[in-house]
T-cell receptor, first 106, second 115 residues
Framework: ELKVEQNPLFLSMQEGKNYTIYCNYS?????LYWYRQDPGKSLESLFV?????AVKQEGRLMASLDTKARLSTLHITAAVHDLSATYFC??????FGAGTRLTVKP | ETGVTQTPRHLVMGMTNKKSLKCEQH?????MYWYKQSAKKPLELMFV???????ENNSVPSRFSPECPNSSHLFLHLHTLQPEDSALYLC??????????????FGSGTRLTVV
């Protein structure tokens, strides 16, 4: 059975700091998706990574994919409060990780 | 609005009631999905429809019955639910077929409470 594991599940960080969220998956997958969910809201697509070595950046977030290691990372640079949300990764067949609840504190 | 509309936004139902959740997309997508989101299991894929055909049913209890009359509409019919079925039910759509290059678009969800 395909497993998608995210860590950490909870992350509290100071504004201005950097951190990385990890997404490991257990079977081969050529594509990896990252989503953001604000409390009480739906999921918003952040990144679609389509091949090994893919790297995408949007503002303070950068996502990468290593299909050989079955690993994707979401790197946060100089965090700001507005990034507080839950971040999910998902693989090919849209099975999701448990989510990382990020809180950015002043 | 994301292009995927779910109604109702909130639903409270008794265990003996029958109700339906509705999802509609105006994106020209060919695949639609139902997910259950709860505190115990954050995002569980329930059903997948590709070009109106059900292609996946993840061992969902028969008290949940999906219906996809066309590529734009998806329903989830509910009957004799249990309190543990209380959750946020999310609908999503995508272009469908192989190779989802553009990700998936989610609706705002229906918050279901079973009393």
């Amino acid at each position: 059975e395909l497993k998608v594991e995210q860590n950490p599940l909870f992350l509290s960080m100071q504004e201005g700091k950097n951190y990385t969220i990890y997404c490991n998956y257990s079977t081969t997958s050529d594509r990896l998706y990252w989503y953001r969910q604000d409390p009480g809201k739906s999921l918003e697509s952040l990144f679609v990574l389509l091949s090994n070595g893919a790297v995408k950046q949007e503002g303070r977030l950068m996502a990468s994919l290593d299909t050989k290691a079955r690993l994707s990372t979401l790197h946060i640079t100089a965090a700001v409060h507005d990034l507080s949300a839950t971040y999910f990764c998902a693989v090919d067949d849209m099975r999701f990780g448990a989510g990382t609840r990020l809180t950015v504190k002043p | 609005e994301t292009g995927v509309t779910q109604t109702p936004r909130h639903l409270v139902m008794g265990m003996t009631n029958k109700k339906s959740l509705k999802c509609e997309q105006h994106l020209g997508h060919n695949a639609m999905y139902w997910y259950k989101q709860s505190a115990k299991k954050p995002l569980e894929l329930m059903f997948v429809y590709n070009f109106k055909e059900q292609t996946e049913n993840n061992s969902v209890p028969s008290r949940f019955s999906p219906e996809c009359p066309n590529s734009s509409h998806l329903f989830l019919h509910l009957h004799t639910l249990q309190p543990e079925d209380s959750a946020l039910y999310l609908c999503a759509s995508s272009q469908g077929g192989t190779g989802e290059r553009y990700g998936y678009t989610f609706g705002s969800g229906t918050r279901l409470t079973v009393v």
